[in-house]
């Protein structure tokens, strides 16, 4: 349970980025997050308040995007999405694919700032 | 000046900070020849015992140091002083991993320019450090025979953000009636192609195998090999 560290750095990125754009209150951060990101979206959306509190984020909303796993087939050399984590196969001619295209992200993408 | 609420784009990993922080200290390891191997498991794996004895074993060949983290108390860096490699324990409070900044802050007044080796033991935990790159060139995830060998599949992103599975107790394995076969299918379903190393650091069995690995590993690599993604 590591989601409160990431709200709080999620928190402290979002009020260092509105800061630089001059602005004086966050209403909403978008994240795109992985699913092998290893952050839970529920625990993370539950922690947020929380950090929000006594920020310039307060009252702010957390808008999560999530991102399928998708992994590169050496044989099809293709990107082939994977609905669960296990196992990393070609959904398509099963062969097993260590090289991850997309769901590694905690990526905050954008803010709605007011000026 | 207009109060209306406009998108701005941003688009920076939300563990920005300590991705920079890693990268400083992944820098001036491989600066200085400094090999860093993280060891992750869950609690009772046998971190302590297996990096016990790594450290007296490579201790007169090679000049060798630990960090290891844990919530309270200071025994694990006691048990691992027996090896006369020095020692520091990372205390976390409540934490449940090891960020980059904590391993920066218990380097500080440590020259770690002359070791060979640098091990960082992390916090029992098979969720939470998955998501935190540590500046290390080998990120060991330990599971023993006695925790099922189903246990890839329930934690894969830590077993995914790892290059070297290292299956420990060995020597229990035939009590608990380990399955060495399905561990390893399930090992590979999660990240296909990591290496797999078995032993006891209770016996020794496997270890002499697995320290010709580690002292045969290709030094100040361009990249992080194995691991694709954010680490």
């Keep these: ?115 | 000046m207009s109060a209306e609420p406009r998108l701005v784009e941003v688009r920076k990993n939300v563990l920005k900070q300590n991705d920079i922080v890693a990268r400083a200290l992944r820098d001036g390891f491989r600066k200085n020849g400094v090999f860093v191997v993280s060891l992750v498991s869950s609690p009772g794996t046998g971190k302590t015992t297996f990096l016990e004895k790594m450290l007296t074993s490579l201790r007169p060949r090679a000049k060798v140091a630990a960090l290891v983290g844990d919530l309270a108390t200071e025994n694990d860096a006691a048990r691992l002083a027996r090896s006369l490699a020095p020692v520091k324990q990372i205390t976390t409070g409540t934490i449940c991993h090891l960020e980059a900044a904590m391993i920066q802050n218990a380097l500080r007044g440590w020259d770690v320019g002359p070791l060979d080796f640098l091990f960082i033991e992390n916090v029992g935990n098979l969720v939470c450090p998955s998501s935190y790159d540590l500046g290390e060139d080998l990120r060991l995830v330990l599971l023993s025979v006695t925790e099922g060998e189903d246990k890839p599949l329930k934690y894969p992103t830590i077993f995914n953000s790892a290059d070297v599975a290292v299956i420990t107790k060995l020597d229990l394995a035939e009590a608990v009636e380990f399955d060495a076969a399905a561990a390893d299918k399930n090992i590979r379903a999660v990240r296909p192609g990591m290496p797999v190393l078995s032993l006891s650091a209770k016996t020794g069995q496997g270890m002499a195998e697995f320290l010709e690995f580690l002292e045969t590993r290709p030094r100040n690599r361009e990249a992080v090999a194995l691991s694709p993604g954010s680490r």
């Design chain 1, 1 to 115: 349970m590591h989601e409160l560290s990431i709200a709080i750095s999620i928190v402290d990125l979002a009020a260092e980025e509105a800061a630089l754009r001059g602005s004086a209150q966050v209403l909403a951060v978008h994240l795109r997050l992985g699913s092998l990101s290893g952050v839970v979206k529920e625990a993370l959306l539950s922690c947020y308040e929380m950090a929000c509190a006594r920020t310039p984020l307060e009252g702010s909303q957390l808008l999560i995007e999530e991102v399928p796993l998708e992994v590169f087939c050496p044989e099809c050399q293709a990107g082939r999405r994977i609905a669960s984590l296990e196992p990393l196969c070609c959904p398509a001619c099963g062969t097993p694919c260590s090289e991850v295209i997309r769901g590694k992200e905690l990526e905050l993408v954008a803010l709605e700032i007011t000026a």
